[in-house]
């Protein structure tokens, strides 16, 4: 294998990557339909349309790092900075980072949680993409642009591989200020 993608068009890529998706009822608890992404992961060409896909809006926008949301958007993140020729900054659960560290608690759809930067992980001035797997309510989106902005970086703007559109996570992103938000695949209730 050469490393190149099939010839495929964006809505291809996109039917191949969502024929990829697996459901799992009830997880992590009753009545939630889980977007499970490993058989995504599996597929070496999806993987690579996902990062490519996620990687295209932000190409000429001088991404200086990409920040990555614990833990699958780890997986993406340092993917997508490779592809922006970009550094990987990530975002960790508490007590992950051996430094000095930033942190900010934070509503989930089903409980709450704190993310962690270290403190010098970013500059003023730095264009940041941030990458994570799934965009519910914002609230994980939100708590990291929170971090980002406190270090005075620039988001440059938000990509994730799936949105739970019912949700409307992209509002609550917008109404803390920022804009360009970009989703690969877009679910609404039950689907």
Known sequence: MNGELPMWSRAGM???LAALMRNVPDFPKPGVLFKDITPLLADSDALKMVVNLMSEPFADRGIDKVVGIESRGFIFGAAVARALNS???PLRKPGKLPAEVDSVSYELEYGTSTLEIHRDALTPGTRVLVVDDLLATGGTAVAAAQLIRRQGADIAGF????ELAFLDGVAAIKAT???DVCSLLKYGVGE
């Open 87 to 89: 550094g990987f900054v």
């Open 159 to 162: 990509a994730f591989v799936v």
């Open 14 to 16: 996109l039917k191949h």
């Open 177 to 179: 200020g920022e804009a």
